[in-house]
């Protein structure tokens, strides 16, 4: 059983009681905490690595009567304008089996850890169910607002619950897998309960042995050599690194947001009417009557693959990310994503919905 990790508070000022007073810093550039890299400023910023500085972060914006907003690791946010009030930089971080059984371990992670790196760590000790969310940027506590998947997983195929801080009341409260309500790329946080809840730690429920989901075509595809008993975990993440590497580019590299809309749910009868006329459209069965198509071919086959319209462009590998590569402001991007979504109608006569939230 791997120790508890546990990390020193390194970002705050010791008050006269021992109680540690986190910084408070305004007019805060956000530019390279937005993976879009979107230059706008917050109007005070402050970071906290443990639940005594959130608390107190929440009290200061409660007096001060500001406005609040929490933030992750940035990868799934549109900043459209500078923000007003106290963004709080959540960097909590801690790992701890909180129990075991034969077949499962429950591992509780704070919400400031980064995704890839708890992968990572899960691989190193053999706890299995997080393969095929590799690579995928942002924090802990930003993947269950909105069930982060990929390559046959969701999120919510390996959570067993959350602790989360109600902002108005600074109370802690425990959300299970059924109160998150969660559906694809979307929960309770996204909807009825948005921006009131500030979650602290997930805790997952993980296997001891391996447990492969190997069912997505382009994951069976890169595959294929290897007999499926043959396959360790640690190749399927390694696969899953490489199919990302080249489809979808490195935020580090390419400011962007991943796939900047969901893949849209229509109904049966409309997809039959559609693939009369495009025959060679994707999509994907949901249940009986509903259908999801990918946004990607629908872009695509827009005309809109490799198209640069000034500062922001579509990618030109995966049609479904935006990139942003001359740093421009949140409502360029959201220009061209309007204009996407008008021709895709046009064409189709199919609504995208965007996948990150835009703010303020
Ligand atoms: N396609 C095109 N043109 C493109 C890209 C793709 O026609 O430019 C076609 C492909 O040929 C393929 C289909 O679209 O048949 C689907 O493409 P892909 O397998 O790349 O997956 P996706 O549906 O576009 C979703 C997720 C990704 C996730 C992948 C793999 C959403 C909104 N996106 O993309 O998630 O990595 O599946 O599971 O569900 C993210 O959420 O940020 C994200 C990257």
């Known amino acids: ?13 010791a008050a006269p009681d021992g109680i540690p007073v986190p910084l408070f810093l305004p007019n805060f550039d956000l530019q390279h ?51 007003p009030g106290l963004v709080v930089h959540i960097r909590l971080q801690g790992k701890t089996l909180v129990a075991e059984d034969n077949e ?9 850890e980064n995704w890839h790196e708890l992968v990572e760590y ?31 997983v969701e999120l919510k195929d390996v959570f067993e619950e959350l602790t989360a801080i109600d902002i108005r ?13 969660f559906g694809y790329r979307d929960s309770i946080f996204k909807g009825r309960l948005r921006d009131q809840y500030l979650i602290t730690a997930v805790t997952f429920k993980l296997h001891k042995q391996p447990h492969l ?26 696969v899953i690194c490489e199919i990302r590497r080249n489809k979808l580019p490195d935020p580090a590299q390419i400011p962007n947001v991943g796939s900047f809309f969901k893949n849209p749910v229509i109904p049966a009868t409309q997809y039959e009417s559609l693939r009369a006329n495009h025959p060679q459209l994707v999509a994907y069965p949901v249940d009986d009557q509903q259908v999801k198509l990918a946004a990607a071919w629908l872009i695509d086959n827009a005309g809109w693959r490799g ?19 001359g740093h421009a402001k949140g409502h360029e991007v959201v220009a061209l994503a309007e204009k996407i979504q008008l021709s895709v109608f046009e064409k189709y006569g199919v609504a995208l919905e965007p996948e990150p939230r835009f703010y303020p």
């Open 307 to 325: 198209q640069v319209c000034g500062p922001v462009a579509v990618h030109g590998q995966q049609a479904l990310v935006l990139t942003n590569p």
């Open 104 to 112: 499962f371990v429950w591992l509780r992670v704070a919400a400031g």
């Open 122 to 152: 899960c691989l190193d000790f053999h706890y299995w169910g997080l393969e095929n969310l590799s690579l995928i940027p942002g924090s802990v506590g930003a993947a269950p607002i909105q069930n982060i998947g990929a390559y046959g």
């Open 213 to 238: 989901v190997l069912s997505y075509p382009a994951l069976r595809e890169a595959l294929a050599a290897h007999a499926d008993d043959a396959i360790t975990p640690r190749q399927v993440s390694q």
């Open 1 to 13: 059983m791997p120790p508890p990790v546990y990390y020193t508070n390194c970002n705050s000022a």
């Open 169 to 181: 009341s600074g109370l802690p409260v425990t959300f299970t897998r059924d109160s998150c309500e």
């Open 33 to 83: 905490l937005n993976t879009l890299g979107v230059p706008v400023k917050a109007q005070f910023y402050v970071s906290v690595t443990s639940e005594e500085e959130l608390l107190e972060a929440l009290r200061y914006a409660r007096n001060e009567k500001l406005p609040l907003f929490i933030l992750g690791g940035g990868s799934n946010i549109v900043l459209c304008d500078d923000l």
